[in-house]
């Protein structure tokens, strides 16, 4: 049984006759005639009644002829849906971020995705760079966008922002005044930082191993807000993104500090499976990254 023969058996019910079918499909009535006999013949029942040269539906007629137009519903809808979604008129994208672009970037970027295709959903989750990436690898997530280190060699990665990373203290720590620091003094200091896994940590980390320089986290936590609040306490010194400290830098809250010859500059990433299907809406929206 299939689409075909199901389209033709309920034209026949319509129409009431297999000629007056054949003319409405423009087909012959003997490929009408064959058609309803392989659905009998597969279906193991009559379906209609030949009485007085009319067709009388049976029972098991009026079944099929009820789940016909089921069926036939349903397959008109799963159509429209489908072309809405080649066209952008709906559709459904699950996207990954790290912690910071989630909380400084992604909204915008989603705001601005949005005025363009309004019918669109954007549902997003907000994790450390590890825990993106396992997302990705495991299908539960279509792309995302991740500040820290990438280790699977099954991701495509693709660079779309340049992030300047700057040490941090507050207005009454003693670098607050200093033009510029010795790198070496970073390790006399009590060090905020964010958790293991966390792409931030993961930077900091690598660049000063670059420059031979060791430092020991005082306090571990999981959320930018609360390193921002511990430094502007004077609690210890961190490493933030710029973007998520230029607030209370305008405020004088929190003080940036000049280091001699080390960059924190990083590379936020668009990251993907490399055997992701690409659809319009995914194309769509790696475009607009990149626009």
């Not at 990665?157 to 670098?175: L, R, T, V």
């Not at 670059?210 to 609690?235: D, H, R």
């Amino acid at each position: 049984m299939n689409l075909r023969q199901l389209k033709i058996f309920m034209k026949v019910c319509e129409i009431g006759s297999m000629s007056g079918a054949a003319k409405e499909l423009y087909m012959t009535q003997p490929a009408i005639s064959q058609t309803i006999i392989e659905l009998e013949e597969n279906l193991e029942v009559k379906l209609f009644e030949r009485i007085k040269k009319k067709l009388i539906l049976t029972h098991p007629g009026r079944i099929l002829l009820n789940y016909s137009r089921r069926i036939l519903i349903l397959t008109e809808e799963a159509e429209n849906t489908i072309t809405d979604i080649a066209k952008m008129n709906q559709g459904r994208l699950r996207i990954g971020a790290s912690m910071t672009i989630g909380t400084y970037l992604l909204p915008k970027i989603i705001k601005d995705f949005q005025t363009k295709y309004q019918n669109i959903e954007l549902p997003f989750i907000i994790d450390n760079t590890s825990v993106i990436e396992e997302m990705i690898l495991n299908n539960k997530i279509d792309l995302a966008l991740v500040e820290g280190p990438i280790k699977s060699t099954e991701i495509t990665i693709k660079p779309f922002f340049d992030d300047q990373m700057i040490i941090i203290c507050s207005p009454q720590h003693k670098w607050a005044k200093r033009e510029l620091i010795e790198p070496s003094e970073i390790e006399e200091e009590k060090f905020i930082t964010r958790e293991k896994g966390s792409g931030t940590r993961e930077v900091i980390e690598n660049t000063l191993v670059k420059f031979n320089l060791s430092y020991q986290p005082k306090y571990i936590l999981n959320n930018i807000e609360a390193i921002k609040k511990s430094v502007e306490a004077n609690i210890g010194i961190s490493i933030l993104p710029e973007i998520a400290v230029k607030k209370e830098m305008e405020e004088d809250k929190i003080v940036k500090v000049s280091i001699e010859k080390i960059d924190f500059t990083r590379k936020f990433q668009l990251i993907y499976h490399r055997d992701k299907y690409h659809s319009n809406l995914f194309n769509e929206f790696v475009n607009h990254m990149f626009s």
